[in-house]
């Protein structure tokens, strides 16, 4: 499976990004997707998950609201829409794929099996 992830860049505090994930050489719908940040000097952090068929979600604690993930499988993409975006968002956001399913929606990013090359989001004040 070959993930790529696009959308990020720059916006200001309080602005909206829309990422997405374009999925490759898999099945899309049997992947539980998921999106994980990691901002300079922290760990990667869990944002976001949804099952293979779209009827269940996962968020971090700190999404608050301000984000949703969705995926439309007959176009093998994973979409992450991010409003009121915060400066303590800046991260680079890496787009993820489980091929376990039966494990359900997980926020440990080790047991994600395939990763995107990330996409850089810088939110200024």
């Known amino acids: 499976v070959q993930l790529q992830a696009s959308g990020g860049g720059s916006v200001l505090t309080g602005g909206s990004l829309r990422l997405s994930c374009a999925a490759s050489?898999?099945?899309?719908?049997?992947?539980?997707m998921g999106w994980f940040r990691q901002a300079p000097g922290k760990e990667r952090e869990f944002v976001s998950a949804i099952t293979g068929t779209g009827d269940m979600t996962y968020y971090g604690d700190f999404v608050k609201g301000r984000f949703s993930i969705s995926r439309d499988n007959a176009k093998n993409t994973l979409t992450l829409q991010m409003h009121d975006l915060k400066p303590e968002d800046t991260a680079v956001y890496y787009c993820?794929?489980?091929?376990?399913?039966?494990?359900?929606?997980?926020?440990?990013?080790?047991?994600?099996?395939?990763w995107g090359q990330g996409t850089q989001v810088t939110v200024s004040s």
């Open positions: 993820a794929a489980d091929r376990r399913p039966q494990r359900g929606l997980s926020a440990v990013a080790i047991m994600y099996d395939y």
């Open positions: 050489g898999g099945t899309f719908s049997e992947l539980v």
